[in-house]
C-alpha cells in the first residue's frame, strides 16, 4: 500500500499515512487518457493557410481560353501558380477538443497521486505559508524538502505566500481547484495542505 509522508512545521518528515486502497488498482491507461486530452485542449490551433478563394486577386482570366497552344487557366489565383491558394492545407477551424468524464479525471488523478506516493515524493503538511512575502524563504521551503520541483497545493491562496514562490522555477503554487492529473504527474513531488488532501480523498 502506498504512502504519504507527513511533514511537520518544520518540513520534517514526522510520519506516514497511507493512501485509499483503491489507488493502487486504477489501470495507468486513465492517466494517459487525461494527459492527452488536456494537451489537446491546450493545442494554439494557428497553423492556417488560405486556399484559392481565399486568396486576394485573380479574379481577371490571365489568358484567352484557346489559341495560344498553352494550357487553360481560370485565375492566377489557383493552386498551380506562384501566390496561389494551398491545396489541403491546415485551416484554423480544425476543433482539437477532446473530451474526459468526470470520473476518468478523478481516477487519473488518483493514478498519479498513488504514483508519486510509490516514489516517495507526496508530502502532506499542516500549512505553508510564507509571512515575509520573500523568495528566499520560499526557497528555503524547497531547499528543506530537498526535491528538484514541486507542485504545491495550498487550501487558500493569500498575497504573500503567491509573491514569494512567483519567481521560483521549481515550484508552481496552486489552489485546490486548478488541481489535475497532468499537474500532479508533471512535476517531481506534490506538496499538499492537510485540509486539502482530506477533502481529496472525501470526494474519492
Same mark, same amino acid.
Given at each position: 500500500m502506498s504512502k504519504a509522508i507527513v511533514l511537520n512545521e518544520n518540513f520534517e518528515k514526522a510520519s506516514e499515512i497511507a493512501l485509499p486502497e483503491g489507488y493502487s488498482q486504477i489501470h495507468p491507461?486513465? !492517466?494517459? !487518457?487525461?494527459?492527452?486530452?488536456?494537451?489537446?485542449?491546450?493545442?494554439? +490551433?494557428?497553423?492556417?493557410?488560405?486556399?484559392?478563394?481565399a486568396v486576394r486577386g485573380g479574379g481577371k482570366k490571365p489568358w484567352q481560353q484557346k489559341g495560344r497552344g498553352g494550357a487553360r487557366a481560370g485565375s492566377i489565383r489557383s493552386p498551380l501558380f506562384v501566390g496561389g491558394g494551398v491545396v489541403f492545407g491546415p485551416t484554423n477551424q480544425k476543433n482539437y477538443t477532446q473530451k474526459v468524464n468526470k470520473k476518468q479525471k478523478r481516477r487519473a488523478l488518483e493514478f498519479a497521486l498513488n504514483e508519486k506516493a510509490q516514489e516517495g515524493a507526496l508530502y502532506i503538511v499542516d500549512s505553508i505559508s510564507v509571512e515575509s512575502g520573500k523568495t528566499k524563504d520560499a526557497a528555503a521551503i524547497m531547499k528543506k524538502l530537498g526535491v528538484r520541483d514541486a507542485l504545491i497545493v495550498k487550501e487558500s491562496m493569500d498575497e504573500k505566500t503567491f509573491l514569494a514562490?512567483?519567481? !521560483?522555477? +521549481?515550484?508552481? =503554487?496552486?489552489?485546490?481547484?486548478? =488541481?489535475?492529473?497532468? !499537474?500532479?504527474?508533471?512535476?517531481?513531488?506534490?506538496?499538499?495542505?492537510k485540509p486539502v488532501w482530506e477533502k481529496i480523498v472525501k470526494e474519492g
Open positions: 491507461h486513465n !492517466l494517459y !487518457l487525461y494527459v492527452k486530452a488536456y494537451m489537446a485542449n491546450h493545442r494554439a +490551433n494557428n497553423a492556417h493557410t488560405k486556399n484559392r478563394s514562490f512567483r519567481n !521560483l522555477p +521549481n515550484a508552481y =503554487l496552486i489552489e485546490p481547484n486548478e =488541481l489535475n492529473a497532468y !499537474l500532479a504527474a508533471a512535476f517531481r513531488a506534490v506538496v499538499i495542505e
